[in-house]
């Protein structure tokens, strides 16, 4: 499994413009047998800070399965406007660092 992070830049006045496009390009992503989950957050500080979090199968999954799939073309149109506003878009693994907090215990 890779987590791929997309952080964009969205200034005010656009913001549900990029959520909308994400919520369309969601059916492309729920379609992949490659992605295992997805979500976006908007930073507090920084609200024209987004962060997309996608988990992939794997690298080639993303890489060969889900960007040559049929439906590949049709998710990336809805998002392709916002594709300047992307400060880092890059492929991460988890370490064997993780658990919850206390609050989530009880």
Do not use: N
């Not at 507090?44 to 889900?66: K, M, N």
């Amino acid at each position: 499994m890779i987590i791929e992070y997309i952080r964009y830049t969205i200034p005010a006045g656009e913001e549900q413009p990029f959520l909308s496009a994400y919520r369309d390009a969601a059916a492309e992503l729920r379609g992949s047998d490659h992605c295992l989950d997805y979500e976006i957050s908007r930073c507090i500080e920084d609200p024209t800070s987004f962060v997309v979090r996608i988990r992939w199968d794997s690298l080639d999954g993303h890489l060969q399965g889900f960007r040559k799939a049929a439906s590949f073309p049709s998710f990336f149109a809805k998002v392709k406007p916002f594709y300047e506003r992307i400060q880092e878009m890059r492929h991460y693994a988890s370490t064997d660092i993780a658990g919850a907090g206390g609050a989530a215990g009880g």
